[in-house]
């Protein structure tokens, strides 16, 4: 085993980082382990990280290739960067994701040890113990038994965070909570006249600087927002079928299964799609949940992101279709009343004027 000393890994803060980390955290904790994870991302993020790539490259492997840089002038030296190739027999990540330690190694010239490790469940003994074997191969830990008990304990952390984030807790806090091995269930007291399904892969959505904090501004609009990662594996594929779709991409699950789960919720009233410009497998998926939207009756709104992205016409756009969601619930309530004879309705926002 390595000294201690060097006993350290760095992980970037994008791509899988945002669903994967209470799991990763875990399990290096527990191998004693050290990560050090790059700095929340800047504008100086993007633009280092965008000027090693060609242009097509989408928004979420441009901030990841400037997060590796920020690991390097921190100075690390073992960077982890997975290749998660298929998660299932034949169901498989986009190209970007496949083939992240290459592209890595293409465009960022300096001296570092990659840890590259393959997840490929499409193929014979690529599996998870085998993923976790290679992650810690460079720190001189060739012990299965230690390996997996490793594994279950990042497994432990993972479904802390997860307990969490599927009761309502903010992805925050719930991330937090689990890395101190501790599972709060808060009461969700607080009413939400509208309700809404944000409809995208998790580095697009949790990232403060990329996503614009779209979550918190919906919030600020009195709108409960509701993501996959409320969602079981088996409520999302069941999403999937309901759009009569299956799944091909690895990632569809927060797509299209999110997708198809809040389709039939009646709770919600509204669907936002929200992908990085130049997504093959996002344009693919979110045409499909468009098309479904209409027969759902669900309206929708579609939302790209790219480093260009101004933030004064991404609210104004979020803006327009929350209020448009207010107005039409307001319009069936006050149908419902004529038909009731109720004589008073209260909207529990602020943001758009009381009806006298
Ligand atoms: S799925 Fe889309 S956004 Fe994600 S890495 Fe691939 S091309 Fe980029």
Redesign the pocket.
Known sequence: MENMKDMTIGIPRG?SFYNNYPFYYGFFTDLGIKIILSDPTTKETMTKGSSLVVTE?????KVYIGHVLNLLEKGVDKIFVPSIQSIAPKIY?????RG?PDLVRNVVKKDFTMIEATLDKSEKNQGLYEFLAEAVKPFGITDMDKIKKASKAGWRTYNNFFIMSKSGMSYKKAMNYALQGKVFIENQTKEHPISVALIS?G??ILDDRTSMKVIEKLEEMDVKVYTSLQLSTEQMDDGISTLGQNMY?A?EREMTGAAGHYMKDAKIDGIITL??F?????SLMCERIMRKAKSFNKPLLHLTIDEQTGEAGFVTRLEAFVDMLFRKKRANLINKMEITGETSYIPNTNYIETVK
């Open positions: 791509m490259t989408c928004l979420p492997i990540n986009c190209s970007k994701i992240l892969h580095y697009n991409w990632n992908t990085a130049g997504c093959g497998p996002d």
